[in-house]
């Protein structure tokens, strides 16, 4: 299995509070995605990071910002949580672009509820 | 904008039954299509990568086929066990990220 490891697993929080996940990588993979899991919507790209401190927008971007400092760390930021972020929260990564043969790798995930 | 989508959602079946599940997208302009499965509570695992120029890819008792100018892909699992029950995900890179299904369910009865 590739060395993926999100932070936290679970995570509660109140309506407006700030929220970070983590996703860190032990492959040295260049690129890292973070997706939302939705009932009904398969996942659905929130942003994604082609280098350190390189990073683009995916199609359910707003209200999260990302970060990326290093090339093993790529955290997602909800700046003020809101019902409608509750959602589960996958981190992948892939050596190089999406080209024809590259596979994408994933974490466990971060179920994230928004009280 | 890609759309994917898989019919059924849900799907039961007998052990030893073959399995075959299906995944259409919109936009027939892709680099490649690969089956995931995700187990409950766990991360997607890539299954089969299938190139844009390819028309199908096996690995033991699974083979996927691709039909790209129909806009379809098919996973087909022989054989089925009750560990082949999950979700099955199909997703379509066509501009370096992927456009995923919902995902079909399945469920092999003993």
């Known amino acids: 299995d590739a060395g993926i490891t999100q932070s936290p697993r679970h995570k509660v929080t109140e309506t407006g509070t700030p929220v970070t996940l983590r996703c860190h990588q032990t492959?040295?993979?260049?690129?890292m995605y973070w997706y939302r899991q939705d009932p009904g919507h398969g996942l659905r790209l929130i942003h994604y990071?082609?280098?350190?401190?390189?990073?683009d927008k995916g199609e359910v971007s707003d209200g999260y910002s990302v970060s990326r400092s290093k090339t093993e760390d790529f955290l997602l930021t909800l700046e003020s949580a809101t019902s409608s972020q509750t959602s589960v929260y996958f981190c992948?990564?892939?050596?190089?672009?999406?080209?024809?043969?590259?596979?994408?790798?994933f974490g466990s995930g971060t179920q994230l509820s928004v009280l | 904008k890609q759309e994917v989508t898989q019919i059924p959602a849900a799907l039961s079946v007998p052990e030893g039954e073959n399995l075959v599940l299906n995944c259409s997208f919109t936009?027939?302009?892709?680099?490649?299509l690969q089956w995931f499965r995700q187990d409950p509570g766990k991360g997607l695992t890539s299954l089969l990568l299938?190139?844009?120029?390819?028309r199908e890819q096996t690995s033991g008792r699974l083979n996927a086929s691709l039909d790209k100018s129909s806009g379809r892909s098919t996973l087909y699992i022989a054989a089925s066990q009750p560990g082949d029950s999950a979700t099955y995900l199909c997703?379509?890179?066509?501009?370096?990220?992927?456009?995923f299904g919902a995902g079909t369910t399945v469920t092999v009865r003993a």
């Open positions: 492959e040295n993979h260049r690129y």
């Open positions: 990071s082609y280098g350190v401190k390189d990073t």
């Open positions: 997703a379509v890179n066509d501009d370096y990220k992927l456009s």
């Open positions: 992948a990564i892939s050596e190089s672009r999406q080209t024809a043969n590259e596979k994408l790798f």
């Open positions: 299938i190139q844009s120029s390819q």
């Open positions: 936009d027939s302009a892709i680099y490649n």
